[in-house]
């Protein structure tokens, strides 16, 4: 088992104290350096995989400290998350331009601490849940205990944007949509206009249902749909479904889920009756709308079901998983459900290219 090494370069002996006893009860190897001068000489010494440091010390300040450590080609990387009594932007500022990675406001308490250094040290992609209730915090938290990732909690919107600025590792963010200060769907708007190359999925947690709601989210930015109360099993498909094997985030700007450019090979005996199978999914799509509206969800059932079992002889077996997905979100009156999954249809028959497998190795 790979044990961190921290240096806590800190001049407050009970700070100093307070510090060592929280990260060495959390299994971390812990170094004290008691001003900027002792930091430097001891990262020379040591490779560290983290470094805390209080920016007013005597001798070298943690500024100056900074610049030192991160001058020398084997600390050029090292996380350095500062300590500091003040929360003034202009010095946050000067500190980012330093190579400060991150800061810790004093007095910082044990969660906000080992939160905060988990996210630097812990290379598996990160999670950002947004909601207010502490109950629906903790409940999602016990379904991810034993998930390969890492968990960010925000209480609000603000909070939410603030940790997506923060953390580069985030690979997926459930959104509650009803929060204080800032709701979700404000949130998820501030947080789509923050992506650039890679589009974060967002997922709307909501307990409202039906198209008017499925709409609204959507428009706001989120790529999915959660229904509140959260299960484990609902929570750990949105994720399977979002982030990939090697844990990371499965979407480009632009798309949603894993559905993105699709070339589909079909039996060349089948080129006539494609272009109106496809036509009908895209009725079903239009029909399956207006059943989820008018609350008649055997119907809505239904066509999932027969979706499911004519895509394979098509050759469309994605289209036969979207309508599985379908028929057992009617089965389940998961309407958010429906919504998110006739939305993924849409978006699969907007990108698919049909090629007669005769076709195959052409060029035009």
Same mark, same amino acid.
């Given at each position: 088992?790979?044990?961190?090494?921290?240096?806590?370069?800190?001049?407050?002996?009970?700070?100093?104290?307070?510090?060592?006893?929280?990260?060495?009860?959390?299994?971390?190897?812990?170094?004290?350096?008691?001003?900027?001068?002792?930091?430097?000489?001891?990262? #020379?010494?040591?490779?560290?995989? +983290?470094? @805390?440091? $209080?920016? &007013? =010390? /005597?001798? %070298?300040? !943690?500024?100056? *400290?900074?610049?030192?450590?991160?001058?020398?080609?084997?600390?050029?990387?090292?996380?350095?998350?500062?300590?500091?009594?003040?929360?003034?932007?202009?010095?946050?500022?000067?500190?980012?331009?330093?190579?400060?990675?991150?800061?810790?406001?004093?007095?910082?308490?044990?969660?906000?601490?080992?939160?905060?250094?988990?996210?630097?040290?812990?290379?598996?992609?990160?999670?950002?849940?947004?909601?207010?209730?502490?109950?629906?915090?903790?409940?999602?938290?016990?379904?991810?205990?034993?998930?390969?990732?890492?968990?960010?909690?925000?209480?609000?919107?603000?909070?939410?944007?603030?940790?997506?600025? #923060?953390?580069?590792?985030?690979? +997926?963010? @459930?959104? $509650?949509? &009803? =929060? /204080?200060? %800032?709701? !979700?769907?404000? *949130?998820?708007?501030?947080?789509?206009?923050?992506?650039?190359?890679?589009?974060?999925?967002?997922?709307?947690?909501?307990?409202?249902?039906?198209?008017?709601?499925?709409?609204?989210?959507?428009?706001?930015?989120?790529?999915?749909?959660?229904?509140?109360?959260?299960?484990?099993?609902?929570?750990?498909?949105?994720?399977?479904?979002?982030?990939?094997?090697?844990?990371?985030?499965?979407?480009?700007?632009?798309?949603?889920?894993?559905?993105?450019?699709?070339?589909?090979?079909?039996?060349?005996?089948?080129?006539?009756?494609?272009?109106?199978?496809?036509?009908?999914?895209?009725?079903?799509?239009?029909?399956?709308?207006?059943?989820?509206?008018?609350?008649?969800?055997?119907?809505?059932?239904?066509?999932?079901?027969?979706?499911?079992?004519?895509?394979?002889?098509?050759?469309?077996?994605?289209?036969?998983?979207?309508?599985?997905?379908?028929?057992?979100?009617?089965?389940?009156?998961?309407?958010?459900?429906?919504?998110?999954?006739?939305?993924?249809?849409?978006?699969?028959?907007?990108?698919?290219?049909?090629?007669?497998?005769?076709?195959?190795?052409?060029?035009?």
């Amino acid at each position: 088992m790979n044990i961190f090494r921290i240096l806590v370069a800190e001049d407050n002996k009970e700070v100093q104290a307070a510090c060592c006893h929280i990260l060495r009860r959390a299994g971390y190897a812990v170094d004290i350096a008691e001003d900027g001068m002792q930091a430097v000489e001891a990262a #020379r010494m040591h490779s560290y995989d +983290l470094v @805390l440091m $209080d920016l &007013e =010390m /005597p001798a %070298m300040n !943690g500024i100056t *400290a900074v610049k030192e450590i991160k001058s020398h080609k084997k600390d050029g990387n090292v996380p350095i998350i500062a300590f500091t009594s003040l929360s003034d932007d202009t010095l946050r500022r000067q500190c980012r331009a330093e190579g400060i990675d991150d800061f810790l406001v004093k007095p910082v308490g044990e969660e906000i601490l080992l939160a905060c250094i988990d996210r630097w040290l812990n290379k598996r992609p990160a999670i950002l849940i947004a909601d207010d209730m502490e109950d629906s915090r903790k409940l999602i938290e016990h379904h991810l205990r034993n998930a390969p990732f890492s968990v960010i909690f925000a209480k609000n919107g603000i909070e939410a944007v603030a940790a997506f600025h #923060r953390d580069k590792q985030i690979a +997926l963010i @459930l959104l $509650d949509m &009803e =929060m /204080p200060v %800032m709701d !979700g769907y404000t *949130a998820a708007r501030a947080l789509a206009s923050l992506m650039t190359d890679t589009k974060v999925p967002i997922i709307a947690m909501t307990a409202h249902e039906g198209e008017r709601e499925a709409t609204k989210c959507l428009k706001a930015g989120c790529t999915g749909f959660l229904g509140k109360p959260v299960t484990q099993e609902a929570l750990m498909q949105v994720i399977t479904e979002h982030i990939d094997e090697k844990g990371a985030c499965s979407q480009r700007r632009g798309e949603i889920k894993t559905l993105g450019e699709y070339v589909v090979h079909i039996d060349p005996s089948l080129k006539e009756l494609v272009p109106r199978y496809l036509d009908n999914r895209h009725k079903d799509i239009t029909e399956i709308r207006r059943l989820l509206a008018a609350g008649d969800l055997e119907a809505v059932r239904i066509i999932g079901h027969n979706m499911a079992g004519s895509a394979g002889g098509y050759g469309f077996p994605e289209i036969g998983k979207l309508g599985k997905e379908i028929e057992g979100a009617a089965l389940r009156a998961h309407t958010q459900g429906i919504g998110h999954w006739a939305t993924q249809l849409a978006d699969y028959l907007s990108r698919i290219t049909v090629v007669a497998k005769e076709e195959e190795g052409k060029t035009t």
